[in-house]
T-cell receptor, first 117, second 114 residues
Framework: AQKVTQAQTEISVVEKEDVTLDCVYE???????LFWYKQPPSGELVFLIR??????QNEISGRYSWNFQKSTSSFNFTITASQVVDSAVYFC??????????????FGTGTLLAVQP | EAQVTQNPRYLITVTGKKLTVTCSQN?????MSWYRQDPGLGLRQIYY???????DKGDVPEGYKVSRKEKRNFPLILESPSPNQTSLYFC?????????????FGPGTRLTVT
């Protein structure tokens, strides 16, 4: 069965610190997709990144970076020089291998990141 | 502006009183879905629709109904709400294809059933 584990329930850091949010997944599929979403205090879900299982290159977008390691089934998310606006709940999610199936996202339980000024 | 809208945003109701949460998207997406978010459980899929008149159950469909008569709309119906359906509900939409595209989420509907 597919499963996503975000073991860190809450993380608190001081502004400008770097922080890594962990995501470990389980799947028997050889082709799959991983996502990160951000849920700020206002409640909406904001898409951050999609990564497929064939692409193990790390990705960087501004202060955000993602480390995908197939060998350890992890897709970790690092925020460099955190800011108060980064305070949110972050969800990691795993998708069916092909969109023609259910297109369902399997979400982790989320990590609440609090960035203190 | 491309968006998914939900109404109402907040709703307090009583057990057994039928209600409908509307969802509409303006991106011509084939796929639409409903999730519920509960503390410690993340988001779980309730129902989804791959296109007009094509719907199917997700992981937690009990107590819910959906319909997809038009491509842009995907209402969620609670025929007889119960307190265990108190939750934050999200509608989502995306394109479909060989690879799963990112899903665009609505702003959420916070439902309280007393």
């Amino acid at each position: 069965a597919q499963k996503v584990t975000q073991a860190q329930t809450e993380i608190s850091v001081v502004e400008k610190e770097d922080v890594t949010l962990d995501c470990v997944y389980e799947t028997r599929d050889t082709t799959y997709y991983l996502f990160w979403y951000k849920q700020p205090p206002s409640g909406e879900l904001v898409f951050l990144i999609r990564r497929n299982s064939f692409d193990e290159q790390n990705e960087i977008s501004g202060r955000y970076s993602w480390n995908f390691q197939k060998s350890t089934s992890s897709f970790n998310f690092t925020i460099t020089a955190s800011q108060v606006v980064d305070s949110a709940v972050y969800f990691c999610a795993l998708s069916d291998p092909y969109g023609g199936a259910t297109n369902k996202l399997i979400f982790g339980t989320g990590t609440l990141l609090a960035v203190q000024p | 502006e491309a968006q998914v809208t939900q109404n109402p945003r907040y709703l307090i109701t009583v057990t057994g009183k039928k209600l409908t949460v509307t969802c509409s998207q303006n991106m011509n997406h084939e796929y639409m879905s409903w999730y519920r978010q509960d503390p410690g459980l993340g988001l779980r899929q309730i129902y989804y629709s791959m296109n007009v008149e094509v719907t199917d159950k997700g992981d937690v469909p009990e107590g819910y109904k959906v319909s997809r008569k038009e491509k842009r709309n995907f209402p969620l119906i609670l025929e007889s709400p119960s307190p265990n359906q108190t939750s934050l509900y999200f509608c989502a939409s995306s394109s479909t294809g060989r690879a799963p595209y990112e899903q665009y989420f609505g702003p959420g509907t916070r439902l309280t059933v007393t």
